[in-house]
């Protein structure tokens, strides 16, 4: 059986290195993300696939938000953020996308930067985040474009950001 956790097996395992590589474009994107996919005042957000913490720490940079909870399956990368972290309001844990262990409509939105294109089965981690954001929240989620990205699974989910409803 496959690893699921293709983080292990693309040696992506040192939020040291991570930083010195990504985490500068990672904090510029942020911003643009949650300028596209929207925040408010109260909102309580998930951001899947965390790493390092780069878009968790912007959320209260943006609006006054009532929480922010980072979730990312390689452990290096959950320490390394929660060492970073100072604010009550924003919590990290180790969890896999595919199956968030939230209760249904926990979260008013949920984010996701550069990191579905390494998830196996990333229409199931959607369908986890659509499943914990409330009816009315936002799904927002950005990858590389497909001129850029080597992973499998990459050009097999649209750019949207999608509102859940029961009609979805």
């Known amino acids: ?6 983080a292990a097996v ?12 990504m985490g500068r474009w990672s904090r510029r994107l942020a911003p643009l993300l949650i ?22 720490f912007t959320f209260p940079e943006i609006a006054n938000v009532a929480s922010v909870t980072g979730i990312d399956l390689t452990e290096p990368y959950v320490e390394f953020a929660r060492v970073r972290n100072a604010d009550p309001r924003i919590s990290f ?19 996701s930067m550069l990191v579905l294109q390494f998830i196996p089965d990333a229409a199931r981690a959607v369908a986890e985040k659509r499943r914990v954001v409330r009816p009315g929240g936002t799904v927002t989620a950005a990858v590389w474009d497909a001129a ?13 950001s999608i509102r859940p409803s029961s009609g979805l």
């Not at 693309?10 to 590589?21: H, I, K, L, R, S």
């Not at 844990?93 to 984010?111: G, I, K, M, T, V």
Request: glycine fraction near 10%.
């Open 93 to 111: 844990q180790q969890a896999d996308a595919r199956a968030l262990p939230f209760e249904d409509n926990s979260f008013d939105r949920a984010f």
């Open 35 to 56: 300028q596209f996919g929207g925040l408010s005042d109260g909102d309580r957000v998930l951001d899947v696939g965390c790493g390092t913490g780069s878009l968790t």
């Open 1 to 6: 059986m496959p690893n699921p956790n293709t």
């Open 148 to 160: 850029c990205c080597t992973h499998a699974s990459c050009g097999t989910l649209p750019p949207c």
């Open 10 to 21: 693309a040696n992506f395992q040192n939020p040291d290195a991570y930083e010195q590589v």
